[in-house]
């Protein structure tokens, strides 16, 4: 598989490995995102345990404004991490 295709497939597992925690295996709970922000995002978040950081992100993810996060609103997030580290990383490339 391309390294691409394996990145995909790695967002996938990620968001329904985070899924799992409650009866809903399609979206995650506020506890759930908690636990995904916490451990995959420790590096980049200023402030991970701090309850308004999740509250935050909840709103800004939840278009439809169900209190779960599905898989659309998950790509959201993965899409605009990935424009924000597009240009850290180009701006290293210029330096
Ligand atoms: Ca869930
Ligand atoms: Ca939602």
Do not use: W
Not at 47 to 57: E, K, Q
Request: net charge negative.
């Amino acid at each position: 598989m391309s390294q691409l295709l394996k990145s995909i497939v790695t967002v996938i597992d990620i968001f329904y490995h985070y899924t799992q925690g409650d009866g809903d295996c399609e979206t995650l709970s506020k506890g759930e995102l908690k636990e995904l922000l916490e451990k995959e995002f420790r590096p980049i978040l200023k402030h991970p345990n701090d309850p308004d950081t999740v509250d935050v992100i909840m709103q800004i993810l939840d278009r439809d404004h169900d209190r779960r996060v599905d898989f659309t609103e998950f790509l959201l997030m993965v899409f605009k991490l990935t424009q924000a580290c597009n240009k850290v990383v180009s701006k290293d490339f210029l330096k």
